[in-house]
């Protein structure tokens, strides 16, 4: 969404995703493209045939709002998830069986990543979840429940290759594999690892991985296995195996470092402009008078702060864009507020409640979160619950 779009006030009517009043009212507006997310499923599924193409829509689909983002994907084609805990697993079940046909065996399969607590093994079938297992004692657990429910309950398998987070490590996986009763009584449906360096192509590591992989999924039952993530899927086909599951670069987030970004941009984020006032030297802006002009100088608060998570990183450092400049972000963010030097902008364009674009075109995510010295799935993952929320490009399901 660009600034003309949303016009000069943010009080209009910015979409099918609540009522007016609510515009009117908003501080900021955070805007969600679902057909961009869906177009970058697509892209992704057609770099990964004759792989399966999965999404990964753990942390609230990277802050964008699950509830929507997964219908939106099971419409586009999608048939496995992957969240990272239990309760969202529950919240994606629930996403997807709304309006859903009632042939389960049909339904999208969910993973997740974190495993089954001890004692949450009903819970999971229940909701018709598969865990990733990650220990011995989980597998050991999940065996035990496969056998009081009378059949294999499904579930995922984690090998450790380097990550050292979750899963089995190599001594555990030739433990595994030297009792392969341990998990014959479970449902096996997939083998999965990950892979630490793959947003940078020619890091060794990937290739040492990839030969880990192999090597340990050769001594377990034969199965599906799934290795790349968003950067991975650009790794090529020696990495995609039966299923790639990409989370990142369905957002919009740029999968190589370094190269173009291939992702169509989804987030778009304006704030209020509150106030616009004239000082000069030797005036400071802002907490801790860390920016001091050097002359006449226009400021204008924007009514979005690091309680909506725009990173207090920023200070200093961060830009927003508005009246067709890119304007420099001054002083500290604060709360609730942020300040810009809009000096350069004529100040036609800068009446209470014109638009600033914090993120979008012009400020593509990637571009933000280098300014704030992290990672583009901090900053959407950091979104906060003040913004009003417009969706748009919802779609009816298409044939895969």
């Not at 910015?14 to 007016?20: E, N, T, Y």
């Not at 679902?34 to 499923?41: D, F």
């Amino acid at each position: 969404m660009t600034e003309s779009d949303l016009g000069s006030d943010l009080g209009s009517d910015l979409g099918s995703d609540g009522a007016a009043v609510t515009a009117i009212a908003a501080q900021g507006v955070l805007t969600i493209d679902l057909g961009a997310i869906a177009a970058n499923w697509r892209q992704l599924r057609d770099r990964a045939r004759p792989a399966e193409c999965a999404a990964v829509v753990k942390a609230d689909a990277y802050g964008l709002g699950a509830a929507r983002v997964v219908p939106a994907l099971a419409a586009a084609g999608c048939q496995t998830f992957f969240v990272a805990t239990f309760d969202e697993g529950v919240l994606a079940r629930g996403a997807l069986s709304r309006g859903a046909a009632a042939d389960r065996a049909a339904e999208p399969v969910i993973y997740v990543l974190n495993g089954a607590p001890a004692g949450a093994e009903a819970e999971f079938a229940r909701w018709r979840l598969r865990p990733v297992l990650n220990s011995l004692a989980e597998i050991d657990a999940w065996a035990a429940a496969s056998r009081a429910a009378g059949h294999p309950l499904p579930a995922a398998l984690h090998l450790d290759t380097g990550m050292s987070r979750l899963g089995l490590d190599a001594g555990e996986q030739r433990r595994l594999a030297a009792f392969p009763e341990r998990v014959a009584a479970i449902g096996l449906t997939l083998l999965i690892s990950h892979l630490a360096c793959a947003d940078e192509p020619d890091h060794p590591m990937n290739g040492e991985q990839r030969r880990r992989f192999t090597a340990a999924a050769a001594m377990l039952p034969a199965c599906r296995r799934s290795f790349a993530n968003s950067s991975g899927v650009f790794l090529g086909p020696a990495y995609h195996l039966q299923l790639v599951r990409p989370g990142a670069a369905l957002y919009g987030i740029a999968p190589t470092a370094g190269a173009p970004n291939p992702m169509a941009g989804v987030v778009a984020l304006h704030g209020r402009v509150l106030q616009v006032r004239e000082i000069d030297t030797p005036r400071t802006v802002g907490y801790g008078a860390s920016h001091r002009v050097d002359g006449p100088t226009r400021i204008a608060t924007v009514s979005v702060g690091y309680a909506d998570g725009f990173l207090r990183s920023l200070s200093n450092r961060g830009c927003g864009f508005i009246g067709g400049h890119t304007v420099p972000l001054v002083g500290r963010v604060s709360m609730d507020l942020t300040t810009f030097d809009v000096s350069a902008v004529p100040p036609e364009r800068l009446t209470a409640g014109a638009a600033m674009e914090l993120i979008g075109p012009n400020r593509p995510v990637d571009a933000v979160a280098e300014a704030a010295g992290t990672i583009g799935y901090e900053v959407l993952t950091s979104l906060g619950r003040r913004y009003h929320r417009v969706y748009r490009g919802e779609m009816k399901a298409v044939p895969c």
